[in-house]
């Protein structure tokens, strides 16, 4: 079950992208006969515009293209926004503005069909998307939700005889332990296929839900905008007749998208349909008997107030709602399943984080009980190494637990990609070489270019072709009995003049003397000052 579920379920974005790139496969025949085309008379005009309504009807899918008036509709409706008076212009045009117009025709077209069946004038071949949608949808979720209901009244069977027998060996004695617990592990992974496959139903009915009201306002405003007239704007009515056509195409693509879960609800049943033959519901009800089978809602009403006290633990991290923000989209290790269960017990109980969620190396893990998140709090490696080795005993845990990050030599089916396509071992070491390109880009080698100077003369003399050309000779009156005239005139020569010339003159230096500084014999003193400097006009 594991198997198939991993090698044929995809997402919505990877369906889509696949089927998307099929049908473009489906239609590039089509599509290179009508660009690779270049026709020349009316004939093959006509031949080349009956292509392009073939390529609009299949890229609709609205109604069987081999039915006469559907392509009466959809040629009627080409030529309301593409005559055949303008191939010509089509024609001329590059080949990825073809491929463009084309689309843009295909969605315009699709657009006037769909508005045509709304006012009752053809459109009696294509589907009510939307009515077979909203049918649909309620009774594919009524299928997995009874499913889900099956699988989890037998987990909740299977999970009370084993308890039953770990309490007393000698009951049950007609049971394998062994064979139980595997029995217990396949309906806990048809579960969460199932919640999976649910998930998406639930996005799809929402999705249509949100394009059923966008498509009832679209072609409102269309009514409104038409309203019976002659003729209209096109940069009015166009926009909406392609919205029109994209919301038809989100239609068929959930179409598409709910067959492909059905299917897959319908082929991943026939793996659970070996629990009955291995425990038929006679032979439950006589071993539960007087026993008490608890659902997992009713496990965790039992520990609801329960908390453990953090306290308790110094080196331990708990989360708690009012501790953390998005307390409930916090990546649960086991797949939300009880992490002392697990390895102890073998079995798969539902956590309940409120009794407080324990964060151990990055990772977060519930418990089913106060008394198990306080004994595996007390040693997490211990526990959680039980439930790898307890995993290495059941292999299906690996992908129910979600455990590939414990065996790292193992990828799934869709982690492999096209590459590889089954379990396989991580290389350790390998020998790996690279080479760097000598031109990355393409060669620009202009071959005309020449760098022989008399290669160039040669191509010079053969453009100018002077073999067959002859060479003229005229006269004017301006130029009659005229010679030609030169003169010489003699350059400058270099010319030096002196306009001033150098001189100096000395200042005589002052020489003033005074006598009779140091007294005589008269006691008056009397000084007298001697100036000995001599006058300018004497040195």
């Not at 704007?233 to 068929?252: D, K, M």
Request: charge should be negative; hydrophobic fraction near 35%; proline fraction near 4%.
């Amino acid at each position: 079950m594991q198997v198939y579920f991993d090698m044929n379920y995809a997402n919505r974005a990877e369906l889509l992208r696949e089927q998307h790139h099929v049908l473009e496969g489906r239609l590039a025949h089509v599509l290179r006969e009508i660009t690779d085309s270049r026709p020349r008379v009316q004939e093959e005009m006509e031949n080349v515009y009956r292509k392009i309504v073939s390529y609009v009807l299949l890229s609709s899918g609205l109604g069987p293209p081999t039915d006469i008036q559907v392509v009466r509709e959809v040629t009627a409706a080409l030529q309301s926004v593409f005559p055949q008076t303008e191939m010509n212009t089509f024609i001329s045009l590059s080949k990825k503005n073809k491929e463009q117009q084309l689309k843009n025709l295909a969605m315009l077209v699709t657009g006037i069909r769909l508005y045509n069946k709304e006012c009752g004038k053809g459109g009696s071949s294509i589907d009510d998307l939307p009515a077979v949608l909203n049918e649909a949808i309620p009774s594919a979720t009524q299928t997995l939700d009874e499913g889900l209901n099956t699988c989890q009244a037998r987990a909740h069977q299977y999970t009370a005889l084993l308890e039953s027998m770990q309490e007393d060996q000698d009951r049950c004695t007609q049971l394998s332990s062994f064979k139980l617990k595997e029995a217990l592990f396949n309906v806990r992974q048809y579960e969460a296929f199932l919640c999976i496959l649910l998930s998406d139903v639930i996005t799809s009915a929402q999705e249509v839900e949100k394009m059923n009201v966008q498509f009832t306002a679209t072609m409102e405003q269309l009514k409104n905008t038409v309203q019976n007239k002659v003729s209209v704007n096109t940069n009015e009515v166009f926009p909406l007749f392609i919205a029109l056509s994209n919301l038809w195409t989100g239609f068929q693509d959930e179409m598409l998208l709910l067959h492909f879960l059905t299917n897959m609800t319908n082929n991943l049943q026939q793996f659970s349909e070996i629990q009955s033959q291995l425990f038929p519901e006679d032979m439950l009800s006589s071993l539960l008997e007087g026993m008490t089978v608890k659902s997992d809602e009713e496990r965790i009403r039992e520990t609801k107030g329960i908390r453990v006290n953090v306290s308790d633990f110094k080196n331990q991290e708990w989360l708690f709602p009012e501790t953390i923000d998005n307390f409930d989209q916090l990546p649960i290790q086991y797949h939300s399943f009880c992490a002392h269960a697990i390895g102890v017990k073998g079995l798969t109980l539902p956590g309940n984080p409120a009794i407080g969620i324990l964060k151990h190396r990055e990772r977060c893990y519930v418990f089913s009980s106060k008394e198990a998140a306080y004994l595996f709090a007390q040693d997490p490696d211990k526990f959680i190494q039980l439930n790898v080795e307890k995993a290495k005993e059941y292999a299906e845990l690996i992908q129910l637990l979600e455990l590939r990050h414990q065996f790292e030599d193992l990828v799934s089916y869709a982690q492999a990609g096209n590459a590889v396509r089954f379990l396989i071992k991580t290389t350790i070491k390998c020998d790996s070489s690279t080479q760097t390109d000598t031109h990355i880009l393409p060669p620009t080698i202009v071959t005309s270019y020449e760098w022989n100077e008399w290669e160039l003369r040669r191509k010079a003399i053969k453009l100018a072709n002077l073999r067959r050309r002859l060479t003229h000779a005229m006269q004017t009156e301006l130029s009659h009995m005229r010679r030609e005239n030169s003169t010489q005139v003699y350059l400058p020569k270099d010319v030096g003049t002196q306009t001033k010339r150098d001189s100096s003159s000395n200042v005589p230096r002052p020489q003033i003397f005074l006598e009779g500084l140091r007294g005589g014999s008269s006691p008056t003193t009397h000084m007298v000052k001697v100036d000995l400097t001599r006058a300018v006009d004497e040195t």
